[in-house]
C-alpha cells in the first residue's frame, strides 16, 4: 500500500483519547453499543449535541456517523480552525456537514506544533493531518472488513459508509469502537489531489454561527464560577520601576475585594529564563482585585502610584539618531556575503543608495490582551487568547515551580494576534495574580493598558546600495539597523540574494528597554516595501522596463547550488506575469497610476499591482491586485479573507501606523490618537491564484509586505515623489498631486 | 448599590450596579451577554454597538440613566435563531476572520438598513466607517451589507 505519498507517522498521535486526562470532553468507549449503519440524513441535527465514541485525539464519532474534529492549534482569525479539520475530513472521507470542529485544548503528548504563528500551521500541519485521517479511515475499515469476514481491500468507503464487496453496508459510527483497538497501520495510502471532495471546496468559518449570533467564544467572554476580574497598574514608562503606591481610596470602592502588587515570581523567572527579557517589564505591578471588569477597572485609576527612572528614558529622536549612527558605522554582523561589494561598488558606472525608515507598530489586537487563571494546589487551570500554549505552559511550570503535568489550557478563539500573542507576559500575569490570591481571576486590559503594553514591531532602518556596470547591477549591499533584534532564518537569503555577483546582507541592533517582538510577517512587512521601492528606482536610473528587470534578475538565480535559496525563480516568474496580465499592466488609462511589487515570505510567492487614482487633488488608492502562489488552496472561501486581510492590513500600516515615544512613553493610546485603517479606504482586493499541486503554505502573513512597496510604487507614479518613510501620512507634502506642468 | 430595570431583547431585568457603570459591562458582566464587544471604551471602534430604541449606539458610552425607559437589543436578541437578514448576509458571504468585531459590525448595519432602504455602495461605506475592523474583513463587510440590503422586509 506503500506510495510515494505515504509517509511514516508518529504512533504518539494516535494515543486513545483517553489520554486526553483532564479534556474533560470526552465520553468513554461503553456507552453507546452500535447498531444499524446510518449517516445523517437531516444536516439540521445539531453535532454539538450528538455522543461520540472516541477515536484518537483528533477524531470522535457518533453512533450516526457524525464526526467531531479536534482541531490542535490556536485560532487567531487566520482559518485553521475551519481549514485544518478539513484535511482530516478529506483523508478520513467523511462528508463535511458531518463534521464538527472543537478546539482541542494544550497536549503536546498528542499534538505537535499548537502555535498561531509564521503562517505555519498548514505546511506543517499538511503531511501529518492527512496522515491522521487517512489512517483512521484505514483502521475503521479494517474493523468492518474483520466483522464481515473479508478483506479490507474489498471493501470502499464513501462519506463515512463503509460498503463490500456483496454490497453490504457499516457507518463509521458502527465500526467506531473496534476500529480504535486496532494497532495503528505504519503506512498508508494518501488521496491524489484530483480526488479531493473537501480540500479546494469553499467551506465556511466553523464559527460563524456563534460569531454572527454573540455566542461566547472569545478569551475575553469566558467566565467560570466565582470568577474576579483584575485590573493591573504598570509603569506608565519603558524604564521606570514602582517606588511606592497608596491604595487606600481604590480599596474603599465598590466590588473591590483586594488590592496587592505582582512581579517577585515573573523576575525570579527571569532569572532563569532572560530570554523572555525584552518581552516583560521586571517592575512590580499593583493589581487591583473586584467583583466586575468595570469595579477593577474604575478603582485602578485611583490607585496613586509613585514610579522612579530606573533606565534610559527612550525617546523616537533617541531611536533615529541611534538607528541613523548605526548606518554609518561598522558595527555590522554580516548574515550573508556573495562576492565582493565593494570591488563591485569601486569599478561601477554608476551606484544608487537609499535609505528607508519604519517606525514602531503596536499590534492593537482588537481584543485587548486578557487572561485567565486558576492556580490550586492539584491543578493550574488556564484559559484564553495565546498563540504559543506549549511555550507558556513552560514559563509558567518554571515561574511556579510546578510540573508541566499540572497545567491545564484551553485555548479560546482570539480576537486577533498579529504576533502579540506569541508572548504570554499576560499570562505570567494573570497567573502571578490568581497564585498570590488563589482564586480564579481573569486579568484584562483596557485598549490603553494594551497599546501601552506592547511588545511592539521596532523601529527600523534600510539603506541599499547597488551598483551599475554597463547595465547590469553588479552590487548589492543591504543594511539593517533595527532594535533588540535583526531579520532572522532564511530572510538574508530572499530575492535578490542569489541573482546578484556581489551581495552582502549586514545588520546590526540596538537595545532598547522598550519591549519589541514579532509583528505580522516580521521583518519583512517593512523590508517589501524598502527592497521594492529601490528596485523600482533601480529600473529607473538604468532606464529599463520594471517588470523585465525583476525577470531578468530572477533568470539567474540558481536555487540547485545554493540551498539558502528557497524560493523558486519559475514560481516568482509566473506569479509575475500573472499579475502583469491580470492588472492590466502598462495598459491602464492615464488617470490611473500603478505600482508592481513581488514579493515571496512564509513561502509563499505573490505579486501584487496597486491601482491609485487621483480624487479631488489626493492620490486614493483604489484597487490591488494580488497575485498568490500558496501551493493548494486548502480553503478558496478562507485564503481569500486572509489575503484581503493581509494587503489591506499592509496598506493601512504603510499609510497611517505608527507609535513615537516620549521619556519612555507611548504618545498614543486609544483609536482616537492611533489610526487604523478603515471602511473607506480600505482598496479593492482582486485575487488571483496560481493553480498548482505544490503543497499547501501559510496566508496569514505573506500578502501584507507587498502591499507597502505596491503602493509606495503607485504614489511615485501618481505624484512624482518617492516616499521613503512610513506612514505615508506623515509626509502629506509628497502625497500631493503637482501640477500637470510640473510632472509633464 | 443603586437597582436598575432595563429592557434587553424584549426582557424586562433587573440590575445592581453603581450608576457610572457603563452599559458594555452590564451587558457582559451582570446579563451574561458577552455578544456586545469591547475594543475602545471611548466610543471609536464600535465593537460594542447596540440598539437604543432601534439607533446605533455605542454602548461603552452609555450609561444606564441614558437608557432608562428605553429598550436595548444586542447582537444576541438581532433575531431569534441569527436568520435576520444581515446575519444571512454575514454567512453567506462568510465575512469574519478573528470575528471579534462582527457583532458590532452586524448590530450598526443592521440599523441603518432599518432606516436605509436602497442604499448606495457610497452610502453603507459611510455608514460602516465608523466600525474597526483590525483584521481589515472590509470588503467583505461592504459586500454582505449590500446583499442584506436587498434582503430587508
Ligand atoms: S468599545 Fe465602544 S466604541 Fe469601542
Ligand atoms: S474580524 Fe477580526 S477585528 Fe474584525
Known amino acids: ?744 | 448599590m443603586p437597582t436598575y430595570q432595563i429592557n434587553v431583547n424584549g426582557e424586562s431585568r433587573t440590575v445592581d450596579v453603581t450608576e457610572d457603570t457603563p452599559v458594555l459591562w452590564v451587558l457582559r458582566d451582570h446579563l451574561d451577554l458577552v455578544g456586545t464587544k469591547y475594543g475602545c471604551g471611548i466610543g471609536q471602534c464600535g465593537a460594542c454597538t447596540i440598539h437604543v430604541d432601534g439607533t446605533a449606539m455605542r454602548s461603552c458610552s452609555l450609561t444606564l440613566s441614558q437608557i432608562d425607559g428605553k429598550s436595548i437589543t444586542t447582537i444576541e436578541g438581532l433575531s431569534e435563531d441569527g436568520t435576520h437578514p444581515v446575519q444571512k448576509a454575514w454567512k453567506e458571504v462568510d465575512v469574519p476572520q478573528c470575528g471579534y468585531c462582527q457583532a458590532g459590525q452586524i448590530m450598526t448595519a443592521s440599523a441603518f438598513l432599518d432606516s436605509n432602504e436602497n442604499p448606495s455602495e457610497e452610502d453603507v461605506k459611510n455608514a460602516m466607517h465608523g466600525n474597526i475592523c483590525r483584521c481589515a474583513s472590509y470588503t467583505r463587510i461592504h459586500k454582505a451589507v449590500m446583499i442584506a440590503a436587498e434582503n430587508m422586509d
Request: proline share 5%; glycine share 8%; net charge negative.
Open chain 1, 1 to 744: 500500500m506503500s506510495t510515494n505519498n505515504s509517509i511514516t507517522f508518529s504512533r504518539r498521535a494516535f494515543l486513545r483519547s483517553s489520554s486526553l486526562a483532564g479534556g474533560g470532553m470526552l465520553i468513554g468507549f461503553n456507552l453507546f453499543q452500535a447498531c444499524k449503519p446510518k449517516v445523517i440524513a437531516e444536516p439540521a441535527i445539531d453535532l454539538s449535541t450528538l455522543a461520540y465514541n472516541d477515536f484518537n485525539a483528533f477524531i470522535k464519532i457518533a453512533e450516526n456517523g457524525a464526526v467531531t474534529i479536534f482541531s490542535p492549534n490556536p485560532e487567531i482569525g487566520q482559518g485553521v480552525k475551519t481549514s485544518m479539520p478539513m484535511i482530516i475530513a478529506e483523508e478520513l472521507d467523511v462528508a463535511w456537514k458531518d463534521v464538527y470542529v472543537e478546539q482541542g485544548i494544550l497536549d503536546t503528548k498528542n499534538y505537535t506544533r499548537q502555535v498561531a504563528g509564521g503562517s505555519q500551521s498548514i505546511r506543517h500541519g499538511w503531511d501529518a493531518l492527512r496522515e491522521t485521517g487517512a489512517k483512521a479511515k484505514q483502521m475503521l475499515v479494517s474493523a468492518a472488513a474483520t466483522r464481515w469476514g473479508v478483506d479490507p481491500s474489498e471493501c470502499t468507503v464513501s462519506e463515512g459508509v463503509i460498503t463490500n464487496a456483496a454490497g453490504e453496508t457499516l457507518g463509521y459510527g458502527d465500526v467506531v469502537k473496534d476500529a480504535a483497538l486496532l494497532e495503528v497501520p505504519e503506512e498508508v495510502t494518501l488521496k491524489e489531489p484530483k480526488d479531493y471532495k473537501i480540500i479546494g471546496t469553499n467551506i465556511a468559518n466553523v464559527d460563524i454561527d456563534k460569531i454572527t449570533t454573540g455566542k461566547p467564544l472569545f478569551g475575553l467572554d469566558y467566565k467560570v464560577d466565582g470568577m474576579v476580574y483584575a485590573a493591573v497598574v504598570r509603569p506608565p514608562a519603558f524604564g521606570q520601576k514602582l517606588t511606592s503606591y497608596d491604595d487606600t481610596e481604590a480599596r474603599a470602592m465598590p466590588g473591590v475585594l483586594d488590592v496587592i502588587k505582582i512581579g517577585g515570581k515573573v523576575r525570579a523567572m527571569l532569572e532563569e529564563d532572560p530570554g523572555f527579557e525584552s518581552k516583560i517589564s521586571s517592575s512590580d505591578k499593583i493589581v487591583v482585585i473586584a467583583e466586575t471588569t468595570w469595579q477593577a477597572l474604575n478603582a485602578k485609576k485611583a490607585i496613586k502610584a509613585e514610579w522612579e527612572n530606573d533606565l534610559f528614558m527612550e525617546s523616537t529622536e533617541n531611536h533615529d539618531q541611534m538607528l541613523n549612527g548605526f548606518l554609518k558605522g561598522t558595527q555590522f554582523e554580516t548574515k550573508r556575503k556573495d562576492g565582493d561589494v565593494k570591488k563591485a561598488f569601486a569599478e561601477a558606472d554608476e551606484v544608487l543608495e537609499r535609505t528607508y525608515e519604519s517606525p514602531f507598530l503596536p499590534h492593537n489586537c482588537m481584543e485587548p490582551m486578557n487572561f485567565f487563571a486558576n492556580v490550586t494546589d492539584e491543578k493550574i487551570y488556564l484559559a484564553g487568547p495565546i498563540q504559543t500554549p506549549a511555550w507558556k505552559a513552560g514559563l509558567v511550570s518554571k515561574m511556579l515551580g510546578r510540573p508541566e503535568e499540572d497545567i491545564h489550557l484551553e485555548m479560546t478563539r482570539m480576537g486577533g494576534g498579529f504576533g502579540r500573542r506569541l508572548y504570554g507576559d499576560f499570562v505570567l500575569e494573570a497567573v502571578e495574580i490568581s497564585d498570590a490570591i488563589r482564586k480564579p481571576v481573569k486579568m484584562i486590559c483596557t485598549r490603553e493598558d494594551d497599546v501601552a503594553l506592547g511588545i511592539y514591531r521596532p523601529a527600523t532602518k534600510y539603506r541599499i546600495k547597488a551598483s551599475i556596470k554597463d547595465g547590469e547591477i553588479t552590487g548589492y549591499h543591504l543594511k539593517e539597523a533595527a532594535i533588540n533584534s535583526n531579520m532572522y532564518g532564511l530572510i538574508p537569503n530572499f530575492f535578490p540574494a542569489g541573482a546578484i555577483e556581489n551581495y552582502q546582507v549586514d545588520v546590526v541592533s540596538y537595545k532598547s528597554n522598550i519591549t519589541t517582538g514579532a509583528w505580522r510577517a516580521p521583518y519583512t512587512n517593512f523590508l517589501a516595501y524598502a527592497e521594492q521601492s529601490f528596485f523600482d528606482e533601480l529600473a529607473e536610473l538604468m532606464e529599463v522596463d520594471k517588470i523585465q528587470m525583476r525577470l531578468d534578475l530572477l533568470d539567474k538565480v540558481k536555487p540547485d547550488e545554493d540551498e539558502r535559496i528557497q524560493y523558486s525563480p519559475d514560481r516568482m516568474k509566473e506569479v509575475i506575469k500573472t499579475a502583469v496580465e491580470k492588472s492590466g499592466w502598462g495598459t491602464k488609462p492615464d488617470n490611473i497610476y500603478q505600482g508592481f511589487v513581488n514579493y515571496y515570505c512564509h513561502n509563499t510567492h505573490v505579486a501584487e499591482v496597486a491601482d491609485v487614482e487621483i480624487e479631488n487633488g489626493e492620490p486614493v488608492v483604489k484597487k490591488i491586485t494580488c497575485v498568490v502562489d500558496c501551493g493548494i488552496v486548502v480553503n478558496p472561501l478562507g485564503a481569500l479573507n486572509q489575503i484581503e486581510g493581509g494587503v489591506i492590513d499592509g496598506v493601512g500600516h504603510a499609510m497611517y501606523g505608527e507609535l513615537q515615544f516620549d521619556a519612555g512613553k507611548p504618545m498614543a493610546h486609544n483609536f482616537d490618537r492611533y489610526r487604523l485603517i478603515r471602511m473607506k479606504e480600505a482598496p479593492i482586493v482582486e485575487t488571483h491564484f496560481i493553480k498548482n499541486e505544490f503543497s499547501p503554505t501559510g496566508l496569514g502573513e505573506p500578502t501584507l509586505p507587498p502591499a507597502g512597496g505596491a503602493i509606495a510604487n503607485a504614489l511615485k507614479a501618481a505624484t512624482g515623489n518617492r516616499l521613503y518613510r512610513q506612514p505615508f501620512t506623515k509626509t502629506p507634502e509628497l502625497l500631493k498631486v503637482p501640477s500637470k506642468e510640473i510632472i509633464g
